[in-house]
């Protein structure tokens, strides 16, 4: 508990620090969010909230695994876990300065998770390609929901408070002081406003897969069709209880997309907080109504099956 609390603090203070530099390093390079028909902000706000979280954990991933003494597996999978956050980040972060192509990053999601799961469980199984569906689900439903202000911060709060979530105390900590601190700059006043931006919803939303399967779907050779099968329920059980609401979203606008003869990665303003917004909802009205019936199965899940 003393780690969590003393990560939570923090994790404050450093977001307070590095913010004014991120902000201005930001509109330097171009990394912001330029007003647009799809957005829904006035303005153009920089795209740093996710380099913010993604500098402070992967210090604290640095500083647990040096100062824990981890068994080899522990420690592949510690240090593979940062070089795949790194590289989200990085991909998300370039997203942000020059739009990628939606079909490009869900290739360099679907390598980086296969990646993941192979060097982490030191073997090649065919179950692992649900493994792998299952984990970019978490990513791409959390990026979605990137789009009115406080959404995102306010999913990941909820979810760094549940005990569905496994990462480390100073992990999870961090994440929640930080989130704390760009909730209410989004949330309460403009002059300081950021976003994730790609960079941070990507990274995040990869730290959460990790967190929620925590490689219960890594399975051998030796295990039966309904053994395994069993695990990927459970696994895809969990997840959907803690992110209910982006992943139905996400299915939801993708498929309205296909039966119009679209295409799945077209951006437009159909997702749920957009639909709210329209609706002459306020932001943080809008991400209360979305955050609090998101976290009602959370709280059963925690309550009957943790």
């Not at 799809?38 to 993604?54: A, C, D, E, L, Q």
């Not at 202000?149 to 992990?171: M, N, P, R």
């Not at 053994?227 to 309205?256: G, N, Q």
Request: net charge neutral.
């Amino acid at each position: 508990m003393i780690y969590y609390l003393l990560s939570f603090l923090i994790g404050i203070f450093a977001t307070l620090l590095m913010l004014p530099m991120l902000r201005v390093i930001a509109f330097r390079i171009g990394m912001v969010s330029n007003e647009n028909a799809r957005s829904s902000h006035i303005g153009t706000v920089p795209n740093v909230g996710g380099m913010v979280m993604f500098i402070y954990a992967v210090a604290n991933i640095l500083f647990w695994s040096l100062h824990t003494e981890l068994q080899f597996s522990e420690m592949i999978r510690v240090n593979m876990s940062f070089i795949c956050v790194a590289v989200m980040a990085v991909v998300g972060m370039i997203d942000d300065v020059r739009d990628i192509p939606a079909f490009v990053k869900l290739v360099i999601e679907i390598v980086v998770c296969s990646a993941y799961m192979i060097v982490v469980s030191r073997s090649v199984h065919l179950s692992m390609a649900v493994g792998v569906l299952i984990m970019l689900t978490i990513i791409n439903a959390y990026n979605l929901i990137d789009g009115i202000d406080g959404l995102a911060l306010g999913i990941l709060l909820t979810l760094s408070l549940s005990c569905a979530v496994c990462l480390s105390a100073s992990v999870l900590g961090s994440m929640l002081g930080i989130a704390i601190v760009l909730l209410i700059f989004n949330m309460f006043q403009d002059r300081w406003k950021v976003f994730l931006g790609d960079g941070g919803t990507l990274s995040i939303g990869f730290l959460l897969a990790v967190g929620l399967l925590k490689m219960d779907f890594v399975v051998d050779d030796s295990c039966g069709f309904a053994e395994w099968t069993m695990k990927y329920v459970d696994v895809s059980f969990k997840v959907l209880c803690c992110l209910s609401l982006p992943v139905i979203d996400m299915v939801r606008v993708a498929l309205m997309r296909i039966i119009n003869h679209e295409s799945p990665f077209k951006a437009d303003r159909r997702h749920l907080h957009h639909i709210l917004i329209d609706k002459g909802l306020p932001h943080w009205k809008a991400t209360l109504l979305i955050v609090m019936a998101n976290a009602i199965p959370i709280v059963i899940y925690d309550i009957y099956c943790t």
